[in-house]
């Protein structure tokens, strides 16, 4: 059975009157990117490494191996439920795993190579997993918090070659077992990945998502790639930890039969990306803004690349006009299209110049198969265009919207509003409205999270780190504007009595947070400070921080 979501239905106004949600019966994501192709020898996955090896993966190659290791993840108890976590960047062993967790009825949970003790222990002992899938880069990390996690069972190594005695290669896991493997049970409403995000206060929340979850990307994929997903090759830099590499690319171009390039290029290169779009003949990236600014200094690439690049969306992050400029004249006319969403509800509002002409700075239009609005966030009522307030989205019958934080019903239950018309609406969080002609403006978010090279990190767990260090008494943390990165982490920081602020403490904070947390939330400017302004009951007033930083 050939099934793929194409929303054509000649107009833009024609797609979002015609298009419904449907599944077919028994749905499960890896049948649905792997199985269901006519084609199953054609490439799916095109690798390469720093060495300059090179690897492909077609369809049935990527369904045996998961095959293997969905046998082998049964061998050791886990079934229908249980989480894995995997720990791995642009290689083969992360798609894979996630896909024989989804033929097992398991939940898979990505988790960045960045991240330090602190972040790595609280995901894997909140979430319960069993398993974790690591890579060799992070395996000092993951022995450092697996005695604080007790339902972990499990440690397997990839591109380990002598691991300790208690951790298992994931090639000797895999090897050796049978390649083929009946997919249990599910449907489109059956858990399938819990995705964790940063709040502005609290620890950060684990988004539980369905089966429905990456299929529901791809009518927006089908827009931002201006419906000519089909012979295609795409690839992101992006880390595959982020909801915006695997649910903007990687498994939306997997529903519609077509090749991913994978590379674990670690520290973004302009160059280097550039040469991996020439080599591979990329048409169409995911670029978030970060690396987009990256490259544009970059002299002449037409003349030095010969490239296939035919479209770039980019999220995360607003879009200056810059970047649009670059691409016009620099690329040759190459369309750059932002995309909108959040880890809750992605994606939601982006661009399709094929269906209605792009305005500048303007985030796009709703995403076909998406009911979004701009709402009241007390009452739910839907505002008049021009008028500011909540982005939202409905949640009914609607695949991309998460079913829960995990373990956190109160959370929940506040992300959401029932409107006077009875629509339940998600709340994103995001301020913006929209304009007569039915195109989305973003304001601000109405929390604090800081946005930092398309990382959302909440200050609130950056702070707490910050104080583990025994010579800091107070800490606020906001984000402010940086040319490249779109906002870098400004800590502002109140020693203990009779330490003085200076060079030798700013290196041991950045340091401690660098390694208790990830590589991307330390703090890059660092202001002492004799007192921090705080509310009645003691709570750091951000607000006033980012006006004294004005």
Same mark, same amino acid.
């Given at each position: 059975?050939?099934?793929?979501i194409?929303p054509?239905h000649?107009?833009?106004?024609?797609?979002?009157?015609?298009?419904e949600?449907?599944?077919?019966?028994?749905?499960?994501?890896?049948?649905?990117?792997?199985?269901?192709?006519d084609?199953?020898?054609?490439p799916?996955?095109k690798?390469?490494?720093p060495d300059?090896r090179?690897?492909t993966?077609?369809f049935?190659?990527?369904?045996?191996?998961?095959?293997?290791?969905?046998?082998?993840l049964?061998?050791?108890g886990v079934?229908?439920?249980?989480?894995?976590?995997?720990?791995v960047?642009?290689k083969?062993?992360n798609?894979?795993?996630?896909?024989a967790?989804?033929?097992? @009825?398991?939940?898979s949970?990505?988790?960045?190579?960045l991240?330090g003790?602190d972040?790595l222990r609280y995901r894997?002992?909140?979430?319960?997993?069993?398993?974790?899938?690591?890579?060799e880069?992070?395996?000092?990390?993951?022995?450092?918090?697996?005695g604080?996690?007790p339902?972990l069972?499990?440690?397997?190594?990839? +591109?380990a070659?002598e691991?300790?005695?208690?951790?298992?290669?994931?090639e000797?896991?895999?090897?050796g077992?049978d390649t083929?493997f +009946?997919?249990?049970?599910t449907?489109?409403?059956?858990?399938a990945?819990?995705?964790?995000?940063?709040?502005?206060?609290?620890?950060?929340?684990?988004?539980?998502?369905?089966?429905?979850?990456?299929p529901g990307?791809?009518?927006a994929?089908?827009m931002y790639f201006?419906?000519?997903?089909?012979?295609?090759?795409?690839w992101?830099?992006?880390?595959w930890?982020?909801?915006?590499?695997?649910g903007?690319?990687?498994?939306?171009a997997?529903?519609? @039969?077509?090749?991913?390039?994978s590379?674990?290029?670690?520290?973004?290169?302009?160059?280097t990306?550039?040469?991996?779009?020439?080599?591979?003949?990329?048409?169409?990236a995911?670029l978030?803004?970060t690396?987009?600014?990256?490259?544009?200094?970059?002299?002449?690439?037409?003349?030095r690349?010969?490239?296939?690049?035919?479209?770039?969306c980019?999220?995360?992050?607003?879009?200056?006009p810059?970047?649009l400029?670059?691409a016009d004249e620099?690329l040759?006319?190459v369309?750059?299209n932002?995309?909108?969403?959040?880890?809750?509800?992605?994606?939601l509002?982006?661009n399709?110049r094929?269906?209605?002409?792009?305005?500048?700075?303007?985030?796009?239009?709703?995403?076909? @198969?998406?009911?979004?609005?701009i709402?009241?966030?007390e009452t739910g009522?839907?505002?008049d265009?021009?008028?500011?307030g909540?982005i939202?989205?409905?949640?009914e019958?609607?695949?991309v919207?998460f079913?829960?934080?995990?373990n956190?019903?109160?959370r929940t239950?506040?992300?959401?509003?029932?409107?006077?018309?009875?629509t339940t609406?998600?709340?994103t969080?995001?301020?913006?409205?929209?304009d007569?002609d039915?195109?989305?403006?973003?304001?601000?978010? +109405?929390d604090?999270?800081?946005?930092?090279?398309?990382?959302?990190? @909440?200050p609130?767990?950056?702070?707490?780190?910050i104080?583990?260090?025994?010579d800091?008494?107070?800490a606020g943390v906001?984000g402010v504007?940086?040319?490249?990165?779109?906002?870098?982490i400004?800590?502002f920081?109140?020693?203990?009595?009779g330490r003085?602020g200076?060079?030798?403490?700013?290196?041991?904070?950045?340091?401690l947070?660098?390694?208790?947390l990830?590589?991307?939330?330390?703090?890059?400017e660092?202001e002492?400070?004799?007192?921090?302004?705080?509310?009645?009951?003691?709570?750091?007033q951000?607000?006033k921080?980012?006006e004294?930083?004005?």
């Open positions: 059975m050939t099934w793929y194409t054509d000649g107009t833009y106004e024609g797609a979002r009157e015609a298009f949600w449907g599944f077919p019966e028994g749905y499960n994501l890896a049948w649905d990117f792997l199985r269901k192709h084609d199953l020898d054609r799916a996955l690798q390469g490494y300059g090179r690897e993966y077609s049935r190659d990527l369904d045996e191996l998961s095959n293997q290791v969905a046998n082998a049964a061998a050791r079934g229908r439920g249980d989480r894995v976590a995997i720990v960047p642009q083969p062993a798609p894979v795993t996630h896909l967790c989804w033929k097992l @009825g398991a939940i949970l990505p988790l960045s190579v991240f003790d972040a894997l002992r909140d979430s319960g997993a069993r398993v974790v899938v690591a890579d880069a992070v395996l000092d990390t993951v022995a450092a918090v697996r604080d996690c339902d069972e499990h440690v397997v190594a990839v +591109d070659e691991p300790a005695d208690d951790v298992e290669r994931f000797a896991v895999r090897a077992r083929a +009946d997919i249990v049970d449907d489109e409403e059956t858990p990945v819990i995705i964790y995000t940063s709040g502005s206060t609290g620890p950060p929340k684990g988004v539980l998502h369905t089966h429905g979850l990456w990307h791809c009518p994929f089908y201006e419906r000519d997903v089909f012979d295609a090759t795409y992101t830099p992006a880390d930890a982020w909801i915006g590499a695997l903007d690319v990687v498994f939306p997997w529903h519609y @039969g077509q090749p991913v390039v590379y674990p290029m670690g520290s973004f290169d302009p160059e990306a550039f040469e991996l779009a020439e080599e591979f003949g990329v048409t169409d995911f978030p803004p690396a987009i600014r990256m490259m544009i200094p970059v002299e002449d690439p037409l003349d690349y010969d490239l296939a690049l035919e479209t770039v980019s999220g995360g992050e607003p879009l200056t810059e970047i400029d670059w620099t040759d006319g369309a750059v932002e995309l909108y969403g959040q880890t809750e509800a992605n994606l509002v982006t399709c094929d269906w209605f002409p792009a305005q500048a700075s303007s985030m796009g239009k709703p995403v076909v @198969g998406h009911d979004v609005a709402v009241d966030q009522a839907e505002l265009d021009g008028e500011v909540t939202a989205v409905a949640r019958n609607d695949p919207v079913e829960e934080y995990w956190e019903p109160e239950a506040a992300a959401s509003v029932d409107g006077p018309d009875g609406w998600h709340l969080g995001d301020l913006g409205y929209r007569d039915g195109y989305f403006w973003f304001k601000t978010r +109405d604090d999270v800081i946005i930092t090279s398309g990382y959302r990190v @909440g609130g767990e950056v702070e707490r780190a104080l583990e260090h025994p800091v008494a107070q906001v504007p940086h040319e490249t990165r779109g906002e870098v400004k800590a920081v109140e020693p203990v009595a003085v200076d060079e030798t403490l700013k290196q041991e904070i950045q340091a947070v660098r390694n208790d990830a590589k991307y939330e330390y703090p890059r660092i002492f400070a004799d007192e921090l302004p705080t509310t009645t009951t003691g709570k750091i951000r607000r921080l980012r004294r930083d004005d």
